[in-house]
């Protein structure tokens, strides 16, 4: 079931979702291998409507929440059987039988539960430079799987029938962490990537799940908004082998219009996560008239500059027009360009350009020679020149990054 993800057939030019037809447990993989690219802020995979059976491999298909339901890791019992949610900053005061704003985690009795545990709607086999990570194994794959909800609500959601649902309106298949590992290391996936709605409203599945494919053998990353509360984000992120942090603005007005959430906290998350010595890369969805100001990139570089250093990698993607935001145009390539000249300037190392297939911003140079280290095409790592030493063969200058399995 799961392997019928709508997929984009390449990064830009299609704006129309396919869904495929049911497969059987041997054609997933091949399905999954074979599924498109993504647009706007990332990644995209929706869930299936057809047969819950399709993906029979990714465990015993149940119709029971009771199955999905562990006590949440991250909360405070109040009074009168209350609780108070220490996962991200939203801190949501849930009465007995309520939910949090996430929709995905129940008080019941005051003890609280996340609903999405093992609960997987969304899964595909994708190149990690679809993360985008792009110091992080290119040219591997990563198994990549996601439940229902998120604790934000972004207006250009590309994923927003799975980000925006609670568990019970979309079919998902049990999936216990265990078997995720197992599939992960069958099929030849170096990585579990946590990724497509918010992984910050899964953090128990993300961390049983990374402890079972650390004993497999098998690394775990998280494509996240990096709304979290600081021991929520120590404990659960701690258990990643590298993070992309979605900075949707420079702008707390920006956080609270258009992605109902604030930006404080997400800075909190990055300094925090370099302070952890946590790989991590940032994504910056420009869109047109919102946060395309030249103020608002050369703030933001030199934020990045000040307090993560120059080697953080920085991405600047192009917006499609989806979810709420259909009115806007896409984008266009001049924008995302002056964006990477501003950072450029201000002394980053590594500004890419996203969503552009063949743009030269795509690929990785090294920052002292100019030689070409990475070169891509779309979602594809034609070529890997960096040493196992992780530096440059030219003139020896260190690339931060992971850069061998």
Same mark, same amino acid.
């Given at each position: ?37 993504? &647009? ?7 869930p ?37 949610c220490k ?9 007995d ?21 093992s ?19 290119p ?64 953090s ?8 079972a ?49 604030? &930006?404080k ?50 991405h ?35 500004v ?54």
């Open positions: 079931m799961l392997c019928e993800l709508v997929a984009r057939q390449d990064e830009m030019s299609q704006a129309s979702r396919t869904v495929s037809a049911p497969l059987d447990r041997r054609s997933f993989m091949m399905c999954a291998l074979a599924s498109g690219a993504a &647009l706007g802020a990332g990644e995209f995979a929706a299936a409507t057809a047969s819950p059976s399709a993906l029979s491999s990714m465990g015993q298909q149940t119709q029971s929440d009771a199955q999905f339901a562990v006590e949440a890791r991250f909360y405070e019992k109040l009074a009168n059987r209350k609780i108070k996962l991200c900053p939203r801190e949501c005061n849930v009465g039988k309520e939910r949090g704003y996430c929709g995905v985690r129940e008080n019941r009795g005051g003890v609280y539960y996340t609903l999405v545990h609960r997987v709607c969304a899964a595909h086999i994708d190149p990690i430079e679809k993360k985008p990570l792009f110091h992080y194994l040219g591997t794959v990563a198994f990549s799987i996601a439940t229902a909800g998120c604790n934000v609500n972004c207006k250009f959601c590309q994923n927003w029938d799975i980000s925006q649902s609670r568990p019970e309106q979309i079919p998902a298949d049990f999936a216990p962490p265990q078997r995720i590992a197992a599939i992960a290391k069958q099929n030849n996936c170096p990585t579990i990537a946590y990724t497509y709605s918010e992984p910050v409203v899964f128990e599945f993300l961390m049983d799940t990374a402890d494919g650390h004993q497999a053998g098998v690394r775990s990353i998280v494509v996240s908004n990096g709304y979290m509360q600081q021991d929520a984000l120590k404990q659960a992120y701690g258990k990643m082998d590298a993070v992309k942090i979605d900075l949707k603005s420079f702008s707390e007005s920006y956080y609270a219009k258009v992605v109902t959430g604030q &930006l906290p997400v800075l909190d998350t990055l300094v925090t996560l370099r302070t952890m010595g946590k790989w991590t890369e940032i994504v910056y969805l420009v869109v047109p008239t919102l946060n395309d100001s030249d103020t608002e990139f050369r703030g933001l570089a030199q934020w990045i500059k000040a307090n993560l250093g120059p080697d953080v990698p920085l600047f993607t192009q917006f499609h027009p989806e979810y709420l935001l259909k009115n806007l145009p896409i984008t266009p390539v001049p924008t995302l360009e002056r964006a990477k000249a501003i950072a450029d300037a201000e002394g980053l190392h590594y890419y350009i996203g969503n552009v297939p063949g743009h030269p911003a795509q690929n990785t140079y090294c920052p002292q020679c100019r030689k070409l280290l990475v070169e891509r095409t779309g979602f594809t790592a034609n070529s890997l020149l960096i040493r196992k030493d992780g530096t440059c063969p030219n003139c020896k200058h260190l690339i931060p990054g992971i850069w061998h399995v």
